[in-house]
C-alpha cells in the first residue's frame, strides 16, 4: 500500500506556472504507476499525465500537451508535475493517484489517491 500527499497548488495569474510534487510513503514506489488528475467545479475527475514506473514512458491529456511536464524521482518517493504557461481553465483541485502495473489514463483504475492540491488561475 502507498500513501499520497500533494503539495504546491496555489493562485497564479494566466501564463504562470506551478509545480505540483506528490510524496509518497509506504513500500517500494517504484512499483506503481503513478498520475496526475484535476477535477474542476461540477465537472468529473479528469485525466492529465501519467507515468510509467520507470519513469520512461508519460502520456498527456490534449489540453496539456506541450505546457505540462510530468516526472518522477524514485528514489525521493515523489512524483512531479511541472505547470506552464497556466490558463483560468487549468483551475481546479489536482490529485495524484498510484496503482499497480502499468500506467493507465482512467482515473477508475487507481486504487491510490492524495487528498488533492487546490490550483487557482486568474485572467
Known amino acids: 500500500q502507498v500513501q499520497l500527499v500533494e503539495s504546491g497548488g496555489g493562485l497564479v495569474q494566466a501564463g504562470g506556472s506551478l509545480r505540483l510534487s506528490c510524496a509518497a510513503s509506504?513500500?517500494?514506489?517504484?512499483?506503481?504507476?503513478m498520475g496526475w488528475f484535476r477535477r474542476a467545479p461540477g465537472k468529473e475527475r479528469e485525466f492529465v499525465a501519467v507515468?510509467?514506473?520507470?519513469?520512461?514512458?508519460?502520456s498527456y491529456a490534449d489540453s496539456v500537451k506541450g505546457r505540462f511536464t510530468i516526472s518522477r524521482d524514485n528514489p525521493k518517493n515523489t512524483v512531479y508535475l511541472q505547470m506552464n504557461s497556466l490558463e483560468p481553465e487549468d483551475t481546479a483541485v489536482y490529485y495524484c493517484?498510484?496503482?499497480?502495473?502499468?500506467?493507465?489514463?482512467?482515473?477508475?483504475?487507481?486504487?491510490?489517491w492524495g487528498q488533492g492540491t487546490q490550483v487557482t488561475v486568474s485572467s
Open positions: 507515468i510509467s514506473r520507470s519513469g520512461v514512458f508519460t
Open positions: 493517484g498510484g496503482r499497480s502495473g502499468s500506467q493507465t489514463t482512467s482515473p477508475r483504475d487507481y486504487a491510490y
Open positions: 509506504g513500500r517500494s514506489f517504484s512499483s506503481y504507476s
